[in-house]
């Protein structure tokens, strides 16, 4: 009787199989299989959907998987993890881990690792644990106070719907359309104006070039002005005037005693009466004074 007979090869198909699906399962799992590793152990208040298999990462790189999830029935709210991690990773005394959540819903554990090259943390002990909410704890920790502030913007919205309502701002957006068809206008004529300006730029230009050669014409001709020699000769005539001016207030000049003499003047006058007197009985005998004749002047 043949030993490998038709059951017992059935038999070893069977076993080979069951060990293939089991390694095929540890391995989808993530397990690693033909590498030694360390196993340590985490503790969490909340795994927040840990689960078996799922990768744990040091500075962004993976380093091991989740193995085993044990929750502690003899102290509520205590979750101790089984962690396979590489052995060649050498965890630092006072390092800790968290869990963390991405937006997919992806669950992972980071290995926060301490700055103690010194000591570190052997296998078989335990590493405590914390969850990092990530960007979803952060919106979470927002709702309540959008909670807050939807009734506020519930209200903006209502006080703008009543002021967009209002006919005063229809008109006052048909005012604005109005200026700013104004102020086109008004631009377009500034253009032109601007335009119109640049085009006689130059015959300005020119016109105060010239002023500019006038000027320096002018200030030429100031320079060849002999200003002392005018200058002495104003001093000459206002020594000559200071003069004329000590001999008019002088008694002994003419014309000081013609100012200040009052004999004089009475004198002159009276002599003008006596000359308005004469005229006037001049005018009035004439006869008296002239004698004209043809014949000559007869013996009285």
């Known amino acids: 009787m043949k030993f490998f007979n038709k059951e017992v090869k059935i038999a070893l198909v069977a076993i080979c199989g069951l060990v293939i699906l089991f390694f095929g399962m540890q391995f989808l799992k993530g397990l690693n299989?033909?590498?030694s590793a360390n196993i340590y152990y985490i503790s969490?208040?909340?795994i927040s959907g840990l689960s078996s298999s799922s990768p744990i990462y040091a500075d962004g790189y993976k380093v091991g998987v989740v193995k085993n999830i044990n929750y502690n029935y003899n102290k509520t709210g205590e979750i101790i993890i089984e962690a396979d991690i590489d052995e060649q990773m050498r965890i630092p005394k006072g390092s800790s881990a968290e869990i963390?959540?991405?937006?997919?819903g992806n669950v992972k554990v980071n290995l926060l690792l301490a700055n103690n090259p010194r000591e570190r943390v052997?296998?078989?002990e335990t590493i405590k644990g914390g969850i990092n909410d990530g960007a979803l704890g952060k919106m979470?920790?927002?709702i309540p106070t959008v909670t807050q502030i939807l009734p506020k913007i519930d209200s903006i919205v209502t006080s703008l719907n009543i002021l967009l309502?209002?006919?005063a701002i229809a008109q006052s957006l048909q005012n604005v359309e109005v200026m700013t068809g104004n102020l086109t206008v008004t631009t377009r004529r500034?253009?032109?104006l601007l335009s119109g300006l640049e085009n006689s730029v130059p015959g300005i230009v020119s016109r105060t070039d010239s002023v500019l050669d006038n000027a320096n014409i002018m200030a030429k001709n100031i320079n060849k002005i002999d200003v002392a020699g005018t200058m002495a000769r104003v001093d000459q005539t206002l020594e000559n005037v200071e003069k004329f001016t000590a001999q008019l207030n002088n008694n002994e000049g003419t014309l000081g005693l013609l100012m200040r003499d009052p004999t004089l003047y009475n004198n002159l006058s009276s002599t003008m009466r006596s000359a308005d007197s004469l005229l006037i009985d001049l005018k009035a005998h004439p006869k008296r004074y002239v004698h004209f004749s043809?014949?000559?002047r007869k013996d009285k």
């Open 33 to 35: 299989l033909f590498s």
């Open 122 to 124: 052997m296998p078989g």
């Open 294 to 296: 043809l014949f000559g």
């Open 100 to 104: 963390v959540s991405d937006m997919l």
């Open 190 to 192: 500034l253009n032109s």
């Open 44 to 46: 969490f208040d909340n």
């Open 140 to 142: 979470a920790g927002m």
């Open 165 to 167: 309502a209002n006919p």
